[in-house]
């Protein structure tokens, strides 16, 4: 690979098209720190993406949205309380969206920038996007694998709520981890 952006990548595998996320087989996740401690783990069980790969990968565009009333933790009141005010306000803000800006290779790792909005805020964030490969799959769909990883300050985006602890610290951490596990096809030309 290539530090520059004026120059074609050559990716094994890779085609030019328009690729739907297969929510069967992808997961949008985070991690933040709780009682300082230990940390929790959550994900959207609803969400959406749409990749477009023209000849050149540094050009590809990804816009996603995940449905914020779809949070799972595993836990149902610590879900109930994180569509609430203190957290996502979910009635008003319903979506998570992003919307890439670039891409980029920078010391050998592939990089997509983009615009995060949460909660009605809108900050730009950068995830480290790690190809898992291309194939067909046995109903003659042709596939893009990738795994993505980002880390965001939660204050930045009005998820502030938090708690101070008997024993010293806080109940939640500042950073949370955004974990994607991707999966998508490649529709047919129309």
């Known amino acids: ?11 094994p595998g890779y085609r030019e098209g328009t690729w739907i996320i297969d929510p069967v087989h992808s997961e949008v996740g985070f991690t933040i720190r709780h009682l300082m401690i230990s940390k929790v783990k959550g994900k959207f069980e609803k969400f959406d993406a749409t990749f477009v790969t023209p000849a050149n990968p540094l050009e590809a565009s990804v816009t996603a949205t995940a449905d914020v009333a779809s949070v799972s933790t595993g836990e149902p009141n610590r879900d109930g309380h994180l569509r609430t005010g203190d957290f996502f306000e979910a009635e008003t803000y319903p979506t998570i969206d992003f919307v890439s800006t670039g891409a980029r290779v ?13 909660k009605g805020v809108t900050k ?64 047919a030309d129309a």
Request: a negative charge.
């Open 1 to 11: 690979m290539t530090d520059t952006t004026t120059t074609t990548l050559e990716i």
């Open 106 to 118: 920078e010391k050998g790792e592939f990089l997509i920038d983009g615009d995060l909005t949460i």
């Open 124 to 187: 730009p964030v950068t995830f480290e996007f790690d190809f898992g490969g291309f194939g067909g799959d046995p109903y003659g769909n042709y596939k893009a694998g990738a795994s993505a990883k980002t880390v965001i300050n939660r204050d930045d985006f009005g998820l502030s709520y938090n708690a101070a602890l008997e024993t010293g610290g806080v109940l939640l951490g500042d950073t949370v981890t955004i974990t994607l596990e991707l999966q998508a096809a490649l529709q």
